[in-house]
């Protein structure tokens, strides 16, 4: 590579680095192109970055970066997948650890969430989340269960009041085929 193209690729790794919500860095080694450009296509999908790292330009991109928190995991045969919005998380952790499972060249070693660093395994577990829709139905559906059960509660009681009233009403007023009389309040 010149110089220049270096430089440039530095630039905009320093900038998607910065950007970053969430990043994973795999060990790609023993994938073949076509399986490589397979995978870059699913999470191009979900709007999530894939990008080979070269060694020493990454360690350059990365400084005073929050990836700088995985420290040596960035260095090997790696390749790095990030995304900017903290809504395609779940589905880029869905995305990598599909594609490991059919894919055991596929190593993830590391991540960054925010800041913070992360674990294969806590990928995995990100990956088992429902959709962002789904989470925030069962949100609302837990936000409104105490004011549901206080409007039941509250119906209660002219609902009693009203069964009440009617069987007062049907003990009073024979059916139409009885012979009795019928007692009419006055």
Known sequence: MKRQDKEQLV????????KAKA?????FQGL?????????????????????????????????TDVAILGP????VRAAVWTHSLDQVPAMAKVLVDFAKGHPQLQ???GMLEGK????ADLDAISKLPPREVLLGMLLGTMMA?????VNTLAAVPRSFLTVLKAIGDKKVPSAGSSEPSEVPV
């Open 11 to 18: 630039a905009y790794l320093r900038e998607e680095f910065t």
């Open 23 to 27: 990043l994973v860095l795999t060990d």
């Open 32 to 64: 073949k192109v076509s399986e490589t450009d397979e995978l870059r296509r699913e999470l191009r999908k979900h709007g999530v970055s894939f990008k080979v790292l070269k060694n020493t330009l990454a360690r350059i991109a990365y400084r005073d």
């Open 73 to 76: 995991d960035v260095f090997g």
């Open 108 to 110: 993830i070693k590391s």
């Open 117 to 120: 660093v992360f674990s294969p």
């Open 146 to 150: 105490p004011v549901s059960a206080f």
